[in-house]
């Protein structure tokens, strides 16, 4: 991620995130309401220093059901503090005392019936409450905070995307070289993360080129929406529409099919990706198709409190966007348990080779 495109420059202060799993706190947001009836179980769980797939083992034990019935909208951080929806098909009438399953990790906040299965990707967004401490120059964090909030960060996916230490991406490259891939649900995530690498490097390198200017042949998305066009050329109605947030600039999620950005636009995509050929031919032949994401993100009700050199952001942002997007541009920062993982690989590889 370091060597991506910074819109305001790199970050001059240094700073720690996840000294404690506290430090880093996410809520999910349901853009619906559990409608109190049906085989399906909706169960709002807080968890603290478990991943979302030691959840799912744990309800699947408690219900008396093959974790398959066990799913949830989205994956949560293993060292964070979560509020997650899961759901648990259980035919029949029988309701388990859900209660039973709290313990000093995790707890059971609310459980409904519902009518439908929960299933990834059903999310309206998360809600951020995040601790960076040992800031050493909360004057640059500040500014840069309000130049956030006028006009957001670059979209791109975060590290979790690509696994430890990029493993993700590498196999992902490798079933391009004939490497097989039998779990379907691994090869969905190390296609994500080649794709998503993609829309990195074509996201950065147009904002390293010309920012947030305006192309000919621009691909624009609707504002909250999937939906897209080609502006072919910007008359002062699309300025306006861009200004006003109506519409957004995009970048290429890629697949198969012609490039959806025109001109000006397809040409700067080209020259951005034209050293990855390879991975765009790859994905071209796993039978994904051309879509768009948009290029720049904006978090919403971003606000901060400051103690010492400590700081507390709170923000929201949509479904499929990441927290550490908006934090690369306000610091250098390490994460500590990744810093304490690195660590603790480097020990074992020292004992082993003694």
Known sequence: MSELHYLYGKPTSTADLRTHNSDFQVQE???FAPTGEGEHHLLHIRKDGLNTLEIVKRISIFAHVHPKEVTYAGQKDK????????????????????QQLNSDQV????????????????????????ILRNV??????????????????????????????????EFGRQMFTG???KDRNKRSMYLSAVRSNVFNMACSGRLAQHGTKALAGDCVMLAGSKSYFVA???????????????????????GRGLPLAQS??????????????????GLEHAGLSQERRALLLEPQHLQYQVDEDTITLKFALPSGSYA?????ELFQYQDVQEVARQQMLADQRSAEAD
């Open 179 to 181: 490497r097989k891939v």
């Open 232 to 254: 072919e050329q910007w008359d002062e109605t699309l300025i306006e529409r861009l200004n006003n947030k109506d519409i957004q600039l995009s970048a290429p999620l890629w």
């Open 107 to 130: 707890t059971v906040l609310n459980a409904a019936r519902h009518s439908k299965k929960l299933r990834i990707g059903a999310l309206a967004g998360n809600r951020f409450t995040l």
């Open 136 to 169: 050493s120059d909360m004057s640059d964090v500040i500014r840069r905070i309000d130049l956030v909030k006028g006009q957001g960060v670059p979209n791109y996916f975060g590290e979790q995307r690509f696994g430890h230490d990029g493993k993700n991406l």
């Open 79 to 98: 060292h964070a503090v979560t509020e997650q929806w899961f759901g648990v098909r259980i035919p029949g009438k029988e309701t388990p005392d859900w």
């Open 324 to 328: 550490t997007s908006v934090l690369r």
């Open 29 to 31: 947001i349901l853009p």
């Open 264 to 281: 000006e636009a397809a040409q700067c995509e080209a020259d951005a990706l034209e050293s990855l050929a390879i991975d765009k031919d």
